[in-house]
């Protein structure tokens, strides 16, 4: 895969660096700054970017704005966030509106490496990548219209939201594929959802409906 990666802390970003190309991707920009980070999206068009939500020069959404836009002139861009903190409001805004392609993983999940170029090549597919505590934290503000779900149904809507598939929620919960469809089935018809079938429509869905 070609990717951009837009991150200001040197070590971390050269980490980046070394540890995609020794994947067999190939880094076709860095960026350390938030003013960079436009450019270089719309010059390389690449198949994922790696981007910090908070640059320089202000340290605040540089990297996110510059993301969101670059969204906007390239729809359907991938875009993998890495973050220090759970920070909600980044993550709605990422999210809003159940965009494809969008991942917001915090930066400890990057010394984990298998898990981190799952999530990449899953978000470069048109999939979804959240770290559990971000989902945890989502779930968790906007609680109220989950009452409704037993506890098993908010353990599955969660690794929905991660993105796993059917057989995976099932191994993780240790439960049937076909146990997991009918609980699948009772979180959308208890959300008011409408019916979704199988793959990433029915996580962005679930995403959609949690930052409503």
């Known amino acids: 895969m070609r990717i951009v990666i837009a991150e200001d802390n040197v070590l971390l970003r050269e980490g980046l660096v070394l540890l995609l190309t020794s994947d ?62 759970v920070e909600e409001t980044y993550a709605a805004e990422l999210l809003a509106g159940g965009a494809s392609g969008v991942g ?51 353990e599955v809507l969660g690794l929905m939201a991660q993105g796993l598939d059917n057989a995976t929620i099932a191994t993780t919960l240790v439960i049937t594929e076909r146990s997991v469809s009918k609980h699948i089935g009772a979180v959308f018809a208890k959300l008011g959802l409408p019916p979704s079938d199988s793959g990433h429509r029915r996580v962005l869905a679930v995403l959609a409906y949690l930052n409503s």
């Not at 981190?116 to 945890?136: I, K, Q």
């Open 24 to 85: 067999g991707h190939e880094v076709v920009a860095v960026a350390d700054t938030g003013p960079d980070v436009l450019p270089a999206l719309l010059e390389h068009r690449p198949d994922v970017a790696v981007l910090d939500v908070r640059l320089p020069p202000g340290f605040r959404d540089e990297g996110l704005r510059a993301a969101i836009e670059a969204r906007k002139r390239l729809p359907g861009l991938p875009l993998l966030v890495l973050s220090q903190y």
């Open 104 to 154: 917001y993983l915090l930066k400890d999940r990057v010394s984990r490496v298998d898990e981190f170029l799952e999530a990449l090549a899953r978000v470069a597919g048109g999939g979804t990548a959240l770290d559990p505590e971000v989902v945890s934290q989502l779930m968790t503000t906007r609680s109220d219209p989950l009452q409704a779900l037993t506890p098993r149904e908010r």
